[in-house]
């Protein structure tokens, strides 16, 4: 099946210890994104890479830490920098067609601290 | 990019028709319109954008007016699996990374 993985679909992270969450896509999409959703809000963008071998940083990127060695994996470490790491972490990747560039999301981790 | 105003909550009936509206009054001249639900605990599904025409797709309807300041999302006959978080962004086509999604509108659609 074609689409974006996210694993795993819930992670727990004791205090103080990093963490990393998967994302990995097979739809051959160049762009990649990381938002952060905390309960009843919408989503806010952490970082975003638009080509291998880069990135920058969102709206809320402090805490955060993220690689693009490949073109399908984009993964996220959550430090014992962010104070406030519990919620609901959403992977997308993008490609742009014909002049358009829409957004596919994976199915999401959802983190608690302990 | 510019912001949305969306209601936070609408009530349907099933088998009617949903009409979400949204309000984008700082819309510049070369921004889309794009729609997206997420229903509980899963990723947001797009729905479909547009421009300044009226635009339809398998899934739903998009009316933006003619000073493009605001648009209505038309879920022709809702069903109850059209519960969800209704987020309505605007945005340079090729910049899906400015997307800005705010708070949504929760529909539910009730028997």
């Known amino acids: 099946d074609g689409g974006i993985t996210q694993s795993p679909k819930y992670l727990f992270r004791k205090e103080g210890q990093n963490v990393t969450l998967s994302c990995e896509q097979n739809l051959n999409h160049d762009a990649m994104y990381w938002y952060r959703q905390d309960p009843g809000q919408g989503l806010r963008l952490i970082y975003y890479s638009q080509i291998v071998n880069d990135f920058q940083k969102g709206d809320i990127a402090e805490g955060y830490s993220v690689s693009r060695e490949k073109k399908e994996s984009f993964p996220l470490t959550v430090t014992s920098a962010q104070k406030n790491p519990t919620a609901f972490y959403l992977c997308?990747?993008?490609?742009?067609?014909?002049?358009?560039?829409?957004?596919?999301f994976g199915p999401g981790t959802r983190l608690l601290v302990l | 990019d510019a912001k949305t105003t969306q209601p936070p909550s609408m009530d349907c009936a099933e088998g009617r028709a949903a009409n979400l509206p949204c309000n984008h009054s700082?819309?510049?001249?070369?921004?889309?319109v794009y729609w997206y639900r997420q229903i509980h605990s899963q990723g947001p599904q797009y729905i479909i954008h547009?421009?300044?025409n009226n635009e339809t797709n398998e899934m739903a309807s998009l009316i933006i007016t003619e000073d493009r300041k605001s648009s209505t999302l038309i879920l022709p006959h809702a069903t109850l699996r059209d519960t969800a978080v209704y987020y309505c962004i605007v945005r340079v086509r090729t910049n899906a990374g400015k997307s800005t999604f705010g708070d949504g509108t929760t529909l539910t659609v009730k028997p």
């Open positions: 547009g421009l300044k």
């Open positions: 700082t819309i510049s001249g070369n921004e889309y």
């Open positions: 997308a990747s993008s490609i742009r067609t014909g002049g358009q560039e829409t957004q596919y």
